[in-house]
């Protein structure tokens, strides 16, 4: 299974980026994608994920509601990102937890996708 990210970069503050994450691979079923981020000398921490069963329910962390949006189409998922701020400034990780061909749960990251915001 395999995560790729793309999206990030440099962008003024109030500006917007769009992240996604396609997963690919020997896939049964994908449980859940999210977008964590980790900034310098901070722990990774959860920005928004989706549930891919139960009606897609979506969770936000409280420093983006309402700037941020996760969605999705097929095996890729999206984080729309509105009003950046330069707090927001760190490194975007896709996780998914996944359901491969042998039936096994497991989670995958992306390697990550820098995002900038400068003020």
């Known amino acids: 299974v395999r995560l790729v990210e793309s999206g990030g970069g440099l962008v003024q503050a109030g500006g917007s980026l769009r992240l996604s994450c396609a997963v690919s691979g020997s896939i049964f079923s994908i449980h859940a994608m999210g977008w964590y981020r980790q900034a310098p000398g901070q722990q990774r921490e959860l920005v928004a994920s989706m549930t891919f069963t139960s009606g897609g329910t979506t969770s936000y962390a409280d420093s983006v509601k309402g700037r941020f949006a996760i969605s999705r189409e097929k095996n890729t998922v999206f984080l729309q990102m509105n009003s950046l701020k330069p707090e927001d400034t760190a490194v975007y990780y896709c996780?998914?937890?996944?359901?491969?061909?042998?039936?096994?749960?497991?989670?995958?990251w992306g390697r990550g996708t820098l995002v900038t915001v400068s003020s």
């Open positions: 996780n998914a937890r996944v359901q491969d061909l042998m039936l096994v749960i497991d989670e995958y």
